[in-house]
């Protein structure tokens, strides 16, 4: 599964119906047929099924051609260093934190939780920021199917 389409279930922009790509080896081309075929489309989301990796030019290709599209992109905090930055400050953007310990922090709700993020060498690129846990959109995730959730269609 490399491209299928779907309402969006998590975060800010959920019920947009949106256009999933899930592998860098689809193309600009692959992307136009599938949204001249579905007209409802209006967001598409790069990095699908679990930040995989991004082909940035056709990234580009897609925010020149689609205008009033949201274009997303979902990258691991591994990886944002490999991807050109203007083009993240350009697009939304959603940095994924894998940690298998994460699902205790929903365990532990409704007590007082913050997420605090850091640079793990305080004195290199000096950042901190700390927000409230209850501040996350939380997902019910029942619905969801591997990579996709139950109802997106699979188009390649």
């Known amino acids: 599964m490399r491209l299928w389409v779907g309402k969006e279930m998590e975060g800010e922009y959920k ?8 592998h860098p080896n689809i193309g600009f081309e692959e992307i ?7 007209p409802t489309v209006c967001q598409i989301y790069f990095g699908a099924g679990g930040c995989t990796k991004i082909n940035q030019e ?7 051609w689609y205008k009033t599209f949201l274009i997303t992109m979902e990258v691991s905090i591994k990886q944002l260093d490999k991807y050109d930055f203007s083009l993240l400050r350009n697009v939304n953007l959603i940095v994924t934190f894998n940690q298998k310990n994460v ?8 007590h007082k ?10 004195d290199e690129n000096r950042f901190l920021a700390l927000t409230d846990f209850n501040a996350f959109d939380d997902t019910n995730v029942d619905k969801l199917l591997g990579k996709k959730y139950v109802g997106d269609i699979v188009i390649k």
Do not use: H, N
């Open 15 to 22: 019920g947009t119906y949106t256009l999933f790509v899930g």
């Open 58 to 64: 056709v990234v580009r290709d897609c925010r020149r």
């Open 32 to 38: 136009k047929k599938a949204i001249s075929d579905r």
């Open 103 to 110: 699902y205790l922090i929903g365990k532990m709700i409704p």
């Open 113 to 122: 939780v913050q997420i605090k993020l850091q640079t793990e060498k305080p």
